[in-house]
T-cell receptor, first 111, second 114 residues
Framework: RKEVEQDPGPFNVPEGATVAFNCTYSNSASQSFFWYRQDCRKEPKLLMSVYSSGNEDGRFTAQLNRASQYISLLIRDSKLSDSATYLC????????????FGAGTRLAVHP | DGGITQSPKYLFRKEGQNVTLSCEQN?????MYWYRQDPGQGLRLIYYSQIVNDFQKGDIAEGYSVSREKKESFPLTVTSAQKNPTAFYLCASNPGSGSYNEQFFGPGTRLTVL
């Protein structure tokens, strides 16, 4: 079983749609959680951290369910510029800042 | 501007040759990392360094070597022992210890073995 699993997609949605991505992780002792965005042939960039109480940043909402070892990302009012691959990232417990990356979910927003 | 630079952007290598990928950061970060990314897979950790003159193997270190002689520099050598080196290589850094430190990535080097 992969340490971080995501549906690879692609999710094809029209502009203005709401779309949700899910991610599961296997290490129950994981400490930190993130969503990164990666554009085609570019480096990943942090979209948002995910906090236990859930958090929102504009059109983006992240949720964490530790009991189910599940992370979600909700994008409202999708824009063409949201088209990218979204990487679920988990930091397990440990002595250094190791990150475990999911393979990503691809989103394509069309007019 | 602070950031991470990687060079070259594209690199072509013949089988049997060693190549060195450059990674430089001016963020004054202690920790630096090397990942490779293959199509349809998540990033996999090759080597990491938490402080100057110290580095550790990651999950897929075989066929790679690194050095960390300066805080700002963490070059990666892909040796001829690496069986399948064609991939997208990403260097990252972060300030150091801390629960919520994000990693900042360079623009990557795309290595192709001919």
């Amino acid at each position: 079983r992969k340490e971080v699993e995501q549906d690879p997609g692609p999710f094809n949605v029209p502009e203005g749609a709401t779309v949700a991505f899910n991610c599961t992780y296997s290490n129950s002792a994981s400490q930190s959680f993130f969503w990164y965005r990666q554009d085609c042939r570019k480096e990943p960039k942090l979209l948002m951290s995910v906090y236990s109480s859930g958090n929102e940043d504009g059109r983006f909402t992240a949720q964490l369910n530790r009991a189910s070892q599940y992370i979600s990302l909700l994008i409202r009012d999708s824009k063409l510029s949201d088209s990218a691959t979204y990487l679920c990232v988990v930091r397990p417990s440990g002595g250094y800042n190791k990150l475990i990356f999911g393979a990503g979910t691809r989103l394509a927003v069309h007019p | 501007d602070g950031g991470i630079t990687q060079s070259p952007k594209y690199l072509f290598r013949k089988e049997g040759q060693n190549v060195t990928l450059s990674c430089e950061q001016n963020l004054n970060h202690d920790a630096m990392y090397w990942y490779r990314q293959d199509p349809g897979q998540g990033l996999r950790l090759i080597y990491y360094s938490q402080i100057v003159n110290d580095f550790q193997k990651g999950d897929i270190a075989e066929g790679y070597s690194v050095s960390r002689e300066k805080k700002e520099s963490f070059p990666l050598t892909v040796t001829s022992a690496q069986k399948n080196p064609t991939a997208f290589y990403l260097c990252a850094s972060n300030p150091g210890s801390g629960s919520y430190n994000e990693q900042f990535f360079g623009p990557g080097t795309r290595l192709t073995v001919l």
